[in-house]
């Protein structure tokens, strides 16, 4: 198909012919850059967008940054979503102008192409962005989650927000940045108001690990701990699993019920190294927290059954009922 040809397709209302047309444009490279940057300025709306998906393929980032001033969202749309693409630099403080567009598309199309080019100065805009709306805010935590430590103080600045939900982004964000200074700050989101975020920063301070598990389990050593920050042990790795065992035993022994059937349910997913305190929660005043104990004893299998002997001894009948269980599994096998 000829230049000409492959222009008229590339602003089509058949998305197919209109991303064939794209491709094979591109693929011409510099022979369809004149044309490309006609169709740019035309009054066509479809043909200018088609146009700036097209140049940035080509790698025109000058032309883009210019359509980043059309009147029509779509276009602004393309044009930021290309240089995001090409990761243009030195298209930053015009994307950045665009977190303010009246067209919700455009703004989340920016906060994405800033989170692609990763440079620093988009952070506190992005930042601001994050109290947005939801779709907003979602990329705009995505943004900084790429643009990683350099995002850490202004993630930490939001989880002091009014908006639970921008609470609840801000410490994801954190989790997945996995620098350490926010650990502190994280912490104290464990004793938040909001179930959600108290779940966010716990959860969040288990994917940092280290300094952040330690205030996880200093929490949970407190009398102010939360159900959310015990749940999130379910997350710890195995190799972190020492550090978790003592703090779990004594919720086991001074917890509440829910506090001690969410224990029993962590330890149930935390391997062998958990089956001891399983067998002994088969002694718990709560029928809840022993039937929670015995599901987590079946989960792990035989290797149960060396624990499960002394309790046996012991005359305890669930004791008893799993080691059966499990010894006419093995036979099945």
Known sequence: MDLES??????????DKRWRASEELARMGDKAVSKL???????????????????????MADPLIEALKDGEWEVRWAAATSLGNLKAKNAVDDLISLLGDESWEVRRAAAIALGKIKDPKAVKPLAEAMKSELMIRFEAARALIQLGSGAVESLINLLLSDDPDVRVKAAEALGFIGDERAT??????????????RDAAAKALVK?????????????????RTLEALKALDLVEEVDLEKCLPVLDEILKKGDEEARYEAVVVLGKLGEKGIELLVKALEDESELVRRGAAMGILINGEKSLPFLDKMVEKGNELAKELAKELAEKIKRK
């Open 6 to 15: 492959l222009i008229l397709d590339l602003g089509s209302k058949d998305r």
């Open 37 to 59: 940057l006609e169709a740019l300025k035309s009054g066509n709306v479809d043909l200018r967008v088609g146009a700036a998906i097209t140049l940035g393929k080509v790698g």
């Open 184 to 197: 502190q700050a994280l912490a104290k989101c464990l004793g938040d108001q909001d179930a959600g975020v």
């Open 208 to 224: 940092i690990g280290g300094e952040g598990l330690d205030k996880l389990l200093f929490h949970l050593a407190s009398e102010e």
